[in-house]
């Protein structure tokens, strides 16, 4: 895509600090390093977001995930934990709209980086948890 900022990294057209590159991925680090090695795995077909994948790209994609998040916790022994995050459309964060998965390994609590999960359970009766379950289930076996 000729105005995406990702796929001119992939294609050399833009400078980028690259951690690893095959015939489907790039890994290269993000620009703003929440934390050091925080690692931006790409795929180098051009997607918005998750909602674009197939499962040929998915495997392609997320299989590697292993590969980049092991190597840098060799790189930097000092890792203690890694969130790995994935923005899908404004809303949800996501600010460059080629799919990217971050990889961010967390060193301390310090780290400059928070997510928060707010606890919702008691909103849901037990039928309501199970209609939700069922409409998603429903989905999944038609996709
Ligand atoms: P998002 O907010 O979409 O989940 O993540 C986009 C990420 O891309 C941000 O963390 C941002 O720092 C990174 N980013 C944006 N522009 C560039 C760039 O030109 N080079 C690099 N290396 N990272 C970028
Ligand atoms: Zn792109």
């Known amino acids: 895509m000729t105005d995406c900022i990702f796929c001119k990294i992939i294609n050399q ?10 015939d489907k991925v790039y890994a290269f680090l993000d620009i703003t390093q929440v934390t050091k090695g925080h690692t931006l795995l790409v795929p180098k077909k051009h997607v918005t977001d998750i909602f674009e994948y197939d499962p040929a790209l998915a495997g392609e994609v997320f299989a590697r995930v ?3 998040a092991q190597a ?8 203690e934990g890694m969130n790995i ?34 606890n919702h359970q008691e909103d849901y009766s ?3 948890m ?14």
């Open 130 to 143: 199970q209609e939700i379950a069922e409409k998603i289930a429903k989905q999944v076996t038609n996709a």
């Open 72 to 79: 840098l916790e060799k790189a930097f022994p000092e890792i």
């Open 66 to 68: 292993p590969k980049v």
């Open 13 to 22: 057209e833009i400078p980028s600090y690259k951690v690893y590159e095959d």
């Open 85 to 118: 995050i994935n923005n899908n459309k404004e809303l949800a964060y996501q600010s460059v709209f080629h799919s990217h998965i971050h990889l961010i390994p967390r060193y301390s609590k310090e780290d400059d980086f928070s997510i928060h999960f707010g």
């Open 126 to 128: 037990s039928e309501q």
